[in-house]
Nanobody
């Protein structure tokens, strides 16, 4: 079982990045997938999540209108398109999964975490 986050990097304020979260060794169809971020000295926060089976998505207020989460069942992957990035969004971004019996989104009690990918927003 492996969960791999990728796509981070250095971007200027106002720029965009697309993060990918790819699962191997299991099928994401019965999971919710969430993106979290943790900046130095700050608590980890939930950014967005998606219920794979029905596509229901949720966004933290701070990213609504700028971030878009999507899924590709064929590639067993979830993506986070991040636009209009701000310097305060510099953080390590993680994806995590939770096996769910009922479709829906949330950030609690995730079952498995992937290694993070660094996003740096700076001029």
């Amino acid at each position: 079982v492996q969960l791999q986050a990728s796509g981070g990097g250095l971007v200027q304020p106002g720029g965009s990045l697309r993060l990918s979260c790819t699962a191997s060794g299991f099928n994401l169809d019965y999971y919710r997938v969430a993106w979290f971020r943790q900046a130095p000295g700050k608590e980890r926060e939930g950014v967005s999540c998606i219920s794979i089976s029905d596509g229901e998505a949720y966004y933290a207020d701070s990213v609504k209108g700028r971030f878009t989460i999507s899924r590709d069942k064929a590639k067993n992957s979830v993506y986070l398109q991040m636009n209009s990035l701000k310097p305060e969004e510099t953080a390590v971004y993680y994806c995590a999964i939770k096996l769910i019996a009922v479709p829906g989104c949330g950030f609690d009690n995730m079952d498995y975490w992937g290694k993070g990918t660094q996003v740096t927003v700076s001029s």
